[in-house]
Structures are given as C-alpha cells and as structure tokens.
C-alpha cells in the first residue's frame, strides 16, 4: 500500500522506519522542515518526499500535535482520495476524534484514530527508531459504525511494525484509561522534579529517582495540549492521588507506624494483584 505520514518527529518518524524496516508498503514523509525530509530520505526511512500531491494514497497518518493534526485534517481532507484512511497517532482520542471524524465524513473520508504506547525522554526525527513500537502497547480507537475490515488493517498494521499487545476500544475509554496510566504519570515527574534537591541529586540517586524523573523532560505545548482536552478525566485521577497521598501524609505527622506499614501493604498487594492478571492476558 502507498502511506503517507505526516509529520517526521519521534512517533512519525519512527513509524517510517518501521514501516520500511517490517513492511513492504511505500512510504511517503511529509514534514514542514524540508531538511528533515531529505535526512529521512537519506536514511532510507522513506521512499519519497511529499510533492504537494495528496491523491493516491491508501493510508494517511497524521504524526502531528493534536491541535496541528486537526488543522492539517481540516485543510487537506478534500484533497485526499475518497478511498484513504486517515488515521492519527496523538495521544487523545474523545472529543479530539469526534471533530476529527466529522472532517472526514464531510469530505468522504474514512477515519480512525490510533495510539501507539511508546516514546522516549527526547523527541524529533533524530531520537526516531525503526524498533520504538516493539512489543509497545498500541490501541485503536473505532467508532460503532466503523468500518471492520478498516480495524483489521490498524490491526496489522500494528502487528506488522512489532506491536505488543493489541486494545481496541472506544475514544472516550481510551481518554478515561490514558489520563490515569499516562497523563498523570507525566504531571507526578514534573512536580517531583521541583525539590531544591533536584541539583544535589547526583551520587544519591538510583533506578527509582531515574524512573520517577524520566518523563520530566516531556514537550510542554504538546503536553499542555493533551492535559486541557483531557481535563475531566485527569483532574478525577489527579484528586484522587491527592487524596491517597495525604494519606501517607498524614500517618508521617502523626508518627503512626502501623498505619503506614497498612498503606504500603495495600499498595504492594494491589500491584501484585495487578501483576498476577497481567500474566497470560491476549495480545
């Protein structure tokens, strides 16, 4: 099939290059700064270069900030073959999808919004890797009345670029499930972060100081983007560990060590309740 991916950063272009490294498909980069284009040619992460020509292609991705791939949808659905899937890759689905769709179906297009699970503390182009969605979560976000032979194509293709687990599901679930495994992963690094200890940390720290500050390094405007047009569901699972971690506050002002040696049991023996179920769960 002829893709097209718009937008060469991390996830774009990363999924060039596992598109040409495991598929047989054509791949075209379209991105606003040329030079990424010519370096993603060099590489051999495309076969082409955008020419202006939106016809002919069987899939567009869409690799842009959600605010950017909903101005790009708005601008070039028209253009675009009435045979093309368009599909995105931001990490929003809800209400995102839903205006994303009413796009699509104005213009005779078919839409479904995807989301690969992975990343990296850096993004861009040049942080991209072939081998980003190996064994990575990847979900899909149909409607009811999507197509299915449209859904088995994310499927593959997911599959195909080296996917772990498969979840297809609806946009609303999806924005429900990434504000508590995702968003709030990424608001509890940036605060963590922000102890006048942060510059003295070398020499103390260890693997949990690393996995806890990890994501701190995240893109703000794309960030800021996906927290407001999730602000519902990410402010019910920001409340909520507010409201647990004053629980452990509060144990430590009163001295209670029985009471926290109970929260950190429960808390130990939720996770390994939550390991026990992941082992042998279907891709």
């Known amino acids: 099939m002829k893709i097209l991916v718009v937008g060469l950063g991390l996830i774009g272009g990363s999924m060039c290059k ?26 051999v992460a495309v076969d082409n270069a955008f020419d202006g020509e939106l016809g002919g292609y069987d899939l567009a991705v ?50 479904i919004g995807i989301h690969p699970m992975a990343g990296k503390e850096f993004g861009g182009y040049y942080n991209s890797s072939a081998d980003l969605f190996v064994k990575a979560n990847f979900i ?11 859904i088995a194509f994310l499927k ?24 508590y495994t995702s968003q709030l992963a990424h608001i509890v690094s940036s605060a963590y972060v922000k102890s006048p200890e942060l510059g003295l940390e ?35 699972e920001l409340d909520l560990l507010i409201g647990n971690l004053k629980k452990y506050s509060d144990a430590l002002k009163r001295g209670d060590r029985d009471g926290m040696l109970a929260l950190i049991a429960e808390g130990r023996e939720m996770k390994e309740d939550n390991l026990r179920h992941r082992v042998g769960q279907p891709n």
């Open 156 to 179: 593959k293709l997911a599959v195909d670029i080296g996917a772990g687990n498969i979840v297809v599901t609806s946009p609303e679930n999806h924005d429900k499930m990434i504000a």
């Open 140 to 150: 899909i976000a149909p409607f009811p009345d999507s197509q299915p032979e449209d």
């Open 202 to 236: 070398c020499g103390f720290s260890g693997g949990s100081f690393q996995d806890m500050t990890r994501i701190a390094t995240m893109n703000e405007k794309m960030w800021t983007d996906l927290f407001m047009q999730n602000r519902e569901n990410l402010q019910y």
């Open 18 to 43: 596992a598109l040409k490294k495991y598929t047989r498909h054509t791949v075209t980069g379209c991105d606003l700064n040329h030079d990424i284009e010519f370096a993603a040619l060099r590489d």
């Open 62 to 111: 869409i690799a842009l900030f959600p605010e950017a791939a909903e101005k790009w949808l708005t601008e070039n659905a028209d253009k675009l073959d009435k045979t093309t899937l368009v599909t995105d890759v931001c990490g929003i689905k809800g209400e995102f999808s839903a205006r994303m769709e009413r796009i699509a179906e104005a213009n005779g297009l078919r839409y």
